[in-house]
């Protein structure tokens, strides 16, 4: 090895001992007759300290040295007459006895600190600079130990990690593929697979009744901060299972995480249907880090001639704990939040509950303060509460809630930091109806499996009220993971691909494979897949998902660093059959 030792590991414990280190020039500086170099490698940073009046020849040449260069210095451990206490290695020093420049470096675009002066695009740009930083480095190693710890657990639970293809045929998970053009077979296209759904269900089908993959998907949508075109997924399938085995084999998975990775004890997940999550919060993700629930006001607030109210499907509030003093301007304010087009609703009405005890509402020529009272009551409101209702349709108006909810936690600084509360969404609606199309689609996806009860409904009454085995694990807001109980009969499923406006030859064509299978001893079974990026970002405590992956997409899905995507060339493009222009 060109080094005995890392940058991170000497202490005080090794004076007097000679080593040899190697790495990367972080700062080089004078100081009279001394000039000191930090040398940082991925471990930490070692001072390197060179002596004019002992070694002039040295020290000169270390003076050289410029930010980045890469080099190897061989010298004693020393005590530190100025100790630096943030950093572990800095009770000691090397004084240097020889010097060798293994490569020089130009100098860096931006500096490789912690507040560095690069701006996002330079520094994705030179993204290989940027892992140099602290904090790249940090969320590596932490994907890196969630990885390792989620396969220890996996493992010792008898999954095994098996790979499926990157070239198939689509996965109807409801995202456009990503195509890949063969040039064997002229004019047809491979498709990279949305997740290895169908793959991981065949391999039920073969009898490896616990299997795991931490794998990347691909998914053509457009970009937000929570996604990439490719991102990782800790997908797992199980056999002879039921809804229940599956959450606690996972609710353990995502305990052991806590545990090893954050030392977080945590409690049993709370559990709560997708009909109630809605009612409540407004969300099928809700962020259960504060309170401030949802209560409905049909009862109270129709009928006493306020249309707006009369005419909507729903009325429903929340009690802002507290802020029964805000001034027109900040409800104002409000207002302003909730009739944004991404929240969509078209009013506000508040009720103040003043200090003194009387009531201001803004709708007061419709209510008396008696009117109101049973509705402060109904929030179990206390003087200094203010309420706030929407009135609408339900699935909007919910939805608008829920925004103004998570926005009032947010001002109200009400989402403690450090703070994780896990909890599983289940009973998913199987079905969605969309008005453009008018037909349905998989809420989950076209595998997942009605509840048995709910079967009935699905074959004779109202599709839309049929419910799934199907469930989310979402930790504070995010949806980590998602998953279901599978179909495993062959008449089952084609009865889904029914309802979804397959004829037979199409679910035939585009699913037979997975028809087919189902004809040869199909055990029961179900999965779940983990949005492994995102899990390993609400981990870190970040914003985007970007920040935990080495090699990321910008915005608009370019690597700005390898410049793609990108033109290939005449040559290649008639090799696959694709036409020039
Ligand atoms: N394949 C599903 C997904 O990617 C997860 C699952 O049902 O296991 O969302």
Redesign the pocket.
């Known amino acids: 090895m060109l080094r005995t030792h890392t940058c991170g590991e000497l202490r005080l414990t090794d004076s007097g001992k000679k080593i040899t280190l190697a790495g990367w020039v972080q700062r080089n500086r004078e100081m009279g007759g001394l000039t000191f170099i930090d040398l940082r490698d991925r471990y930490g940073i070692t001072q390197l300290v060179f002596n004019m009046e002992i070694n002039p020849d040295l020290c000169r040449e270390a003076r050289e040295l410029g930010r980045e260069f890469v080099i190897r210095a061989t010298g004693k451990v020393a005590e530190r007459s100025n100790k630096n206490p943030k950093i572990p290695t800095g009770d000691i020093e090397i004084l240097v006895e020889k010097l060798e420049v293994l490569n020089p470096s130009q100098t860096p675009p931006f500096t490789i600190e912690d507040h560095t002066d690069g701006g996002e695009e330079l520094r994705m740009k030179y993204r290989y600079l940027d892992l140099r930083r602290n904090e790249n480095k940090k969320n590596l190693l932490l994907r890196h130990k969630m990885a390792i710890e989620a396969r220890n657990y996996l493992a010792s639970k008898e999954f095994i990690e098996i790979e499926t293809p990157y070239l198939i045929k689509s996965t109807p998970?409801g995202a456009r593929d990503f195509v890949v053009p063969s040039r064997m077979n002229e004019g047809q296209f491979y498709a990279l697979p949305?997740?290895p759904?169908t793959f991981k269900q065949l391999l039920m089908v073969a009898g490896y009744d616990r299997y795991y993959q931490i794998v990347r998907?691909f998914r053509d949508e457009d970009l937000r901060a929570d996604r990439q075109p490719e991102f990782t997924?800790i997908?797992c399938?199980m056999s002879f299972v039921d809804q229940e085995d599956v959450l606690n084999t996972f609710e353990e998975l995502a305990k052991h995480l806590f545990k090893s990775v954050l030392n977080i004890d945590t409690q049993a997940f709370p559990r709560i249907s997708y009909e109630e999550a809605m009612k409540i919060y407004g969300s099928d993700k809700p962020d259960i880090r504060f309170g401030m629930t949802f209560v409905e006001l049909n009862h109270l607030m129709k009928d006493k001639g306020f249309q707006v109210f009369d005419q909507a499907e729903l009325v429903v509030g929340i009690n802002v704990e507290g802020c029964g003093e805000y001034t027109r301007k900040q409800l104002d304010e409000l207002t302003d939040f909730v009739r944004r087009p991404q929240v969509g609703a078209t009013g506000l009405v508040y009720i103040k509950y003043n200090p003194d005890g009387t009531i201001k509402s803004s709708v007061d020529k419709f209510y008396t303060p008696e009117d109101l009272k049973p509705v402060l009551d109904l929030f179990e409101a206390k003087p200094g509460d203010l309420i706030l209702i929407l009135a609408g349709g339900t699935d909007k108006t919910r939805s608008a809630l829920g925004d103004l909810r998570l926005d009032m936690g947010k001002r109200l600084n009400l989402i403690a930091p450090g703070v994780f509360k896990p909890l599983w969404v289940v009973d998913f609606p199987l079905l969605e109806w969309d008005e453009e199309t008018q037909r349905f689609y998989a809420k989950?996806?076209p595998f997942t499996a009605p509840k048995p009860e709910d079967i009935p409904q699905l074959m004779f009454g109202d599709a839309k009220k049929v419910r799934a085995n199907a469930y989310d694990l979402v930790i504070n807001g995010v949806e980590i993971g998602?998953?279901?109980i599978r179909i495993h009969d062959k008449g089952l499923q084609q009865l889904m691909f029914q309802k979804l406006g397959f004829t037979d030859e199409e679910a035939a064509s585009q699913f037979g494979f997975l028809m087919n299978a189902f004809e040869y001893g199909a055990p029961p079974h179900g999965?779940?897949?983990f949005g492994f990026d995102r899990w390993v970002t609400i981990f870190g405590g970040g914003d985007s998902i970007r920040d935990f992956i080495a090699f990321p997409k910008n915005n608009a899905g370019r690597d700005v660093m390898i410049d793609s995507p990108s033109a290939i060339s005449d040559e290649q493009k008639k090799e696959l059959g694709i036409k020039v222009r």
């Open positions: 998970e949305q997740s759904q998907c997924q997908d399938e989950h996806h998602g998953g279901s999965g779940i897949a």
